[in-house]
Nanobody, 118 residues
């Protein structure tokens, strides 16, 4: 079982920045593929960014503005969000993916609210 705790959400004006953090439990954090997703009111949860031990990927909508990073020594993944837009108001969720014995396990945090005012 992996527990994820997000922080860093809040209210920001359009064009502003926020940095989200997610701390994971477990002793093998460096093997987790970590990701961020978001869910706006009335919409489905959508992928934002993902980072493995040697690679990262982003949704097209956030490329060039968001940066995902991780500090394995602190079991923490970050999402730096710049030039935020009002339509990016959503609950942002941290995700961890583990593969053990060929079986995939997905874990989710409780989410942190990001509100971007126009």
């Amino acid at each position: 079982q992996v527990q994820l705790v997000e922080s860093g959400g809040g209210l920001v004006q359009a064009g502003g920045s926020l940095r989200l953090s997610c701390v994971a439990s477990g002793r093998t954090f460096n093997s987790y593929v970590m990701g961020w997703f978001r869910q706006a009111p009335g919409k489905e949860r959508e992928f934002v960014a993902r980072i493995s031990w040697n690679d990262s990927s982003y949704a097209d909508s956030v490329k060039g503005r968001f940066t995902i990073s991780r500090t394995n020594a602190k079991n923490t993944v970050y999402l730096q969000m710049n030039s935020l837009k009002p339509e990016e108001t959503a609950v942002y969720y941290c995700n961890a993916v583990l593969v053990i014995g060929g079986v995939r396990y997905d874990y989710w945090g409780q989410g942190t609210q990001v509100t971007v005012s126009s």
